[in-house]
């Protein structure tokens, strides 16, 4: 599939995604089937193990979404657009492999939303998010309300949420909402160190452990624990496991293979 709004570069096993829809790479309805398409190519593309996404230029991972294609719409057209934003953050962290945002500058509503549905957040200290449905007179729509209570707690959420104030990167730290805060310019480089060490561990496992953490948070503990079980045993029976092992005995560094 051809893609009028992302770019995909593929090395060392990591896809670096940038989406490139100017002003302020907001988000409308073909932007996210762009993303969900290209995001199940690269789930089934052995030859990466872990993806970034990132925004294009210098101003803005996502500024939010289309406004005017939103204003546009009537209730059922709404609908519909909620249902593909839903199915694309969702894809994004569901995915079977590790996603990093690498958030290089504004992330407001919807480029919020999707850093939030990312595994791990690399951002510039220029960056700033913000969830400003409600000075719209409508709430975040592509699971803001839920995927940051999940980081923050309910008070806090509530907070970001209610007031819609913006944030800068050093408070998104102090929240845990993203991992790292860089220098600007060294926010994708950052973040492909990342993806690229990340590469090199065992892919079965990597993806065992996102199914774990990811299902575990949604259930009671005892169904956490028969989940983290069932994937434990899915890792042991690869034939990276067993590499891993030689590897560690024979002290050299294992070779993978994704099986």
């Known amino acids: 599939m051809n893609y009028e709004f992302l770019l995909c570069d593929i090395e060392n096993k990591v896809a670096v995604v940038t989406i490139s829809h100017s002003p302020g790479n907001k988000l409308n309805t073909q932007v996210y089937q762009e993303i969900t398409q290209l995001m199940g190519e690269l789930e089934a593309d052995e030859n990466v193990n872990v993806i970034v996404i990132t925004g294009d230029g210098e101003e803005a991972f996502v500024a939010g979404a289309d ?5 546009g719409l009537d209730t059922v057209g709404m609908m519909n657009l909620t249902q593909i934003t839903r199915n694309s953050f969702s894809k994004i962290e569901k995915l079977n492999k590790p996603v990093i945002a690498a958030i290089n500058g504004v ?5 919020f939303e999707l850093a939030l549905s990312c595994d791990l957040r690399i951002s510039s200290e220029k960056a700033q998010f913000a969830f400003p449905e409600i000075s719209l007179g ?4 592509g699971g803001g309300t839920q995927r940051i209570q999940k980081v923050v707690g309910q008070g806090i959420a509530k907070e970001l949420l209610y007031f819609g104030e913006i944030m800068d990167a050093q408070r998104a730290f102090q929240l845990q909402i993203v ?3 860089v220098a600007h310019d060294q926010v994708l480089s950052e973040a492909k160190e990342w993806a690229e060490k990340l590469a090199e561990k065992a892919p079965v496992a990597l993806r065992m452990m996102k199914t774990a953490v990811n299902t575990g948070s949604n259930v009671d503990l005892e169904s956490a624990l028969t989940v983290e079980a069932h994937c434990y045993d899915s890792a042991f029976a690869t034939e990276d496991r067993k590499e891993a092992m030689a590897a560690f005995f024979e002290q050299r560094k294992p070779k993978f293979v994704g099986r």
Not at 107 to 111: Q, S
Not at 138 to 141: A, E, L, N, R
């Open 67 to 71: 406004i005017d294609e939103i204003a």
């Open 179 to 181: 991992n790292k805060v």
């Open 107 to 111: 992330a407001r509503g919807g480029g």
């Open 138 to 141: 409508v709430i975040p729509g």
